[in-house]
T-cell receptor, first 113, second 114 residues
Framework: AQSVTQLDSQVPVFEEAPVELRCNYS??????LFWYVQYPNQGLQLLLK??????LVESINGFEAEFNKSQTSFHLRKPSVHISDTAEYFC???????????FGTGTLLAVQP | GAGVSQTPSNKVTEKGKYVELRCDPI?????LYWYRQSLGQGPEFLIY????????DSGLPNDRFFAVRPEGSVSTLKIQRTERGDSAVYLC????????????FGQGTRLTVV
């Protein structure tokens, strides 16, 4: 069975400060890892994903995440956040033939001016 | 279409009634997923279609829930004898069906059972 843990339900941060959103997973099989973002009143959008190869993956808007197999983590980071980054962020894992996603409970990133 | 479309966007129904939620996937996508997102939770997997067939329905909570995709495109999630605990946002996603390709989500249907 697979599961995802996002320990922080809400992360308040000031604009231009760095941020880390934590994600830990458990799985008995090889996994593929994802971060999805949900902006207010919008649907889920893929932010970035790790399938194989380099353990550091980046998004087009400055976020990055590093797959750490020994710590079973896939933390999301950004060196300097903007007000527009305010959203709910979901970590997810998939593995197996169906590609179904198992999501964490989400972390609300609240960027303050 | 341009994206995954779900209708209605909001549905209020009385306890015990039957409801249908519709999902129009991206044209050409063979894989279709239904998820349920309760307040304060992440989306939970319900069912997965590859083409017309339900390849994995292990997430359906009980036999009141059923989904179809008769022509391999539009899908309908059906809930019988609704209960207040069924209140949630129901999300649909589609993908090309190739391994580990991106799943595109609709904006969901917010179901409220009163």
């Amino acid at each position: 069975a697979q599961s995802v843990t996002q320990l922080d339900s809400q992360v308040p941060v000031f604009e231009e400060a760095p941020v880390e959103l934590r994600c830990n997973y458990s799985s008995s099989v090889s996994v593929y890892l994802f971060w999805y973002v949900q902006y207010p009143n919008q649907g889920l959008q893929l932010l970035l994903k790790y399938l194989s190869g380099s353990t550091l993956v980046e998004s087009i808007n400055g976020f990055e995440a590093e797959f750490n197999k020994s710590q079973t983590s896939f933390h999301l980071r950004k060196p300097s956040v903007h007000i527009s980054d305010t959203a709910e962020y979901f970590c997810a894992v998939s593995g197996g033939a169906t590609n179904k996603l198992i999501f964490g409970t989400g972390t609300l990133l609240a960027v303050q001016p | 279409g341009a994206g995954v479309s779900q209708t209605p966007s909001n549905k209020v129904t009385e306890k015990g009634k039957y409801v249908e939620l519709r999902c129009d996937p991206i044209s050409g996508h063979t894989a279709l997923y239904w998820y349920r997102q309760s307040l304060g939770q992440g989306p939970e997997f319900l069912i997965y279609f590859q083409g017309t067939g339900a390849a994995d329905d292990s997430g359906l909570p009980n036999d009141r829930f059923f989904a179809v995709r008769p022509e391999g495109s539009v899908s309908t999630l059906k809930i019988q004898r609704t209960e207040r605990g069924d209140s949630a946002v129901y999300l649909c996603a589609s993908s090309s069906g190739q391994p580990n390709t991106e799943a595109f989500f609709g904006q969901g249907t917010r179901l409220t059972v009163v």
